[in-house]
């Protein structure tokens, strides 16, 4: 009998995961899309832990083009700044902005700390404003996954292309169908020390893909002397290119000189089946 009622709760404590990882799911798809539901406080920190810096070869790769600009530069989604705030030291005068309340402080912050006075803004790109044309605009770590549907993306290509001088460059990676997904459906997870004693711990889900998008759950805790201090839960979507899908809009959009690069390496094609690759663009 005592068997039973333990098998009993267990599969209560299933079903309300269950029905918990439902629900969030469900919230998330109808978030208002101004509403900033991602890249909250402790993802942030965690992403600076994670990701504090660039790949030398993807950072030498951007670098290229910022050396080469005679005009204005521009980082839309530039989060917490592990690319604007190296080549701010370099010397390079970069403008920058992020939807992101929580990674536009964290910039804000370490600009502060290494006496950086950058023009950079919180604002989501749809929205930016177009009073100011720039001879480069680079968007790296695959961000422009983020938009995920027919509309959006052309959308925000429409908002590029409006805000390049003629003649400027718009330098982007893409993660295409052929990304090579692990653990799916399996929660995984990292954790950092901080040095205040306490850790944040991230663990991950990925979902399997839906028509070429896929989902990730993903949850953090805060943890100090073995307790839960405080968690944050995080839902987004990863839209993952056809090699010759955005061609066509590109073209639409108005480019004139549309070249594909293989990821990071100037010139170089790319293979029929990379995982990433690199567009530029000349309006």
Same mark, same amino acid.
């Given at each position: ?22 629900s969030?799911?469900? @919230?998330c ?21 994670? *990701?504090?810096?660039?790949?030398t ?6 670098r *290229? ?12 989604? @530039?989060?917490?700044? +592990? ?27 370490? @600009? ?12 989501y &790109? ?5 009073? *100011?044309?720039?001879n ?20 925000? &290509?429409? *908002? ?43 663990? +991950?889900?990925?979902l ?27 839902y ?13 809009? &590109? ?11 293989k ?17 530029e663009?000349?309006?």
């Amino acid at each position: 009998m005592i068997l039973n009622l333990i098998m009993g709760v267990i599969m209560i404590k299933n079903r309300m995961m269950i029905v918990f990882i439902f629900s969030f799911v469900a @919230c998330c798809y109808f978030v208002d899309v101004n509403t900033s539901t991602t890249y909250l406080g402790l993802c942030t920190e965690f992403w600076d832990f994670d *990701k504090p810096a660039p790949s030398t070869q993807e950072y030498a790769f951007f670098r *290229k083009y910022i050396a080469k600009s005679r005009g204005p530069i521009l980082e839309p989604m @530039c989060g917490s700044g +592990r690319y604007i705030i190296p080549y701010l030291e370099e010397g390079f005068n970069i403008e920058g902005f992020d939807a992101s309340p929580h990674m536009f402080e964290a910039l804000r912050k370490k @600009c502060t700390e290494k006496n950086l006075s950058p023009h950079i803004w919180e604002k989501y &790109l749809e929205q930016f404003p177009e009073t *100011k044309q720039y001879n480069l605009i680079f968007i790296p770590d695959t961000s422009f996954c983020h938009f995920l549907d027919k509309a959006s993306i052309k959308n925000a &290509l429409q *908002k590029i292309y409006s805000l390049l001088l003629p003649g400027g460059t718009f330098v982007f990676d893409l993660q295409t169908i052929y990304e090579r997904l692990e653990h799916i459906g399996v929660w995984t997870g990292k954790v950092f020390r901080k040095t205040d004693a306490t850790s944040i711990v991230e663990s +991950r889900l990925i979902l399997p893909r839906e028509n070429s998008v896929v989902p990730v759950m993903l949850r953090y805790e805060l943890v100090e002397n073995g307790l839960l201090v405080k968690t944050e839960m995080e839902y987004y979507r990863i839209k993952l290119f056809h090699p010759t899908e955005i061609d066509n809009v &590109l073209k639409e959009v108005g480019f004139k000189r549309i070249k594909k690069i293989k990821a990071y390496q100037h010139g170089r094609a790319p293979s029929a089946h990379d995982d990433v690759i690199v567009y530029e663009c000349i309006k």
